[in-house]
Antibody, heavy 119, light 114 residues
C-alpha cells in the first residue's frame, strides 16, 4: 500500500520560498499523477497542481506564477516550491496520488505538513 | 474555474438517522463520452488528511461502509449517510475533477451528532 510523507521547514519568512517534499514508499512514482493540495488553518481545501512521473505539470492559475512542482524518480520523491510567500500561504500542505489519469480523484494522501509564514 | 458549493455548511443529525449533504457545481461535470460524473466525496476527521469515500459521483471506494452513498448527475449531487454512526463525525468535501484544472473543492460540510 502506497504511503506518502510530507516534510517541510515549519516556518518561512514573508517574501521567502516555501519548499515541501513528499516521500513516496510502497509504490513507484513512475506512471502516476501526483497532486499537491493545501488547507489553511480552519479552512477548506485548495488544489495547487499536479505532476506526472514524466515531468508534465499543471498548476492552479491562482498560484501559477509562484509555484513549481517537480519529481525525483530515482529517489521516489516529489517537491513543491512556492515563492514570494505571504501569511496567506500558511497552511497544511498535502501530497496525494491520483487514481489513474490527470483528472481523477485523489486516492491516497499523506498526513500533511504545516508551514507557517511569519517573520 | 468551476465553482463547487456545498450545503449546508454544518449539519447535526441524531445517531441512526439519515444525513444528507448537497454539492452543486457551476457547470455540468457529466462527460458525455463516457457518461461519468467527475465528482468525488472525501471525509476528513480532526487531525487527519481527507479520505476518499466516493468517486464518479456514486462509486464507493473499497472498504467504505455501505451506509455511505452518492447520487446525482450534471450539476447537482448528494452524499447520503443512511444511518449515522458516531465515527462519521467529520467534515465532508466534494471535489470536481472534470476536464481542465483547477480541480476545485467545495467549502466543506461539518457533520455533528445531535
Amino acid at each position: 500500500q502506497v504511503q506518502l510523507q510530507e516534510s517541510g521547514p515549519g516556518l518561512v519568512k514573508p517574501s521567502g520560498t516555501l519548499s515541501v517534499t513528499c516521500t513516496v514508499s510502497g509504490a513507484s512514482i513512475s506512471s502516476y499523477y501526483w497532486t499537491w493540495i493545501r488547507q489553511s488553518p480552519g479552512k477548506g481545501l485548495e488544489w495547487i497542481g499536479y505532476i506526472h512521473s514524466s515531468g508534465s505539470t499543471s498548476y492552479n492559475p491562482s498560484l501559477k506564477s509562484r509555484v513549481t512542482i517537480s519529481v525525483d524518480t530515482p529517489k521516489n520523491k516529489l517537491s513543491l516550491n512556492l515563492t514570494f510567500v505571504t501569511a496567506a500561504d500558511t497552511a497544511v500542505y498535502y501530497c496525494a496520488r491520483n487514481r489513474g489519469g490527470s483528472n481523477r480523484p485523489l486516492g491516497g494522501w499523506g498526513q500533511g505538513t504545516l508551514v507557517t509564514v511569519s517573520s | 474555474d468551476i465553482v463547487v458549493t456545498q450545503s449546508p455548511d454544518s449539519l447535526a443529525v441524531s445517531l441512526g438517522e439519515r444525513a444528507t449533504i448537497n454539492c452543486k457545481s457551476s457547470q455540468s461535470i457529466l462527460y458525455d463520452s463516457n457518461n461519468e460524473n467527475y465528482l468525488a466525496w472525501y471525509q476528513q476527521k480532526p487531525g487527519q488528511p481527507p479520505k476518499l469515500l466516493i468517486y464518479w459521483a456514486s462509486t464507493r471506494e473499497s472498504g467504505v461502509p455501505d451506509r455511505f452513498s452518492g447520487s446525482g448527475s450534471g450539476t447537482d449531487f448528494t452524499l447520503t449517510i443512511s444511518s449515522l454512526q458516531a465515527e462519521d463525525v467529520a467534515v465532508y468535501y466534494c471535489q470536481q475533477y472534470y476536464s481542465s484544472p483547477p480541480y476545485t473543492f467545495g467549502q466543506g460540510t461539518k457533520l455533528e451528532i445531535k
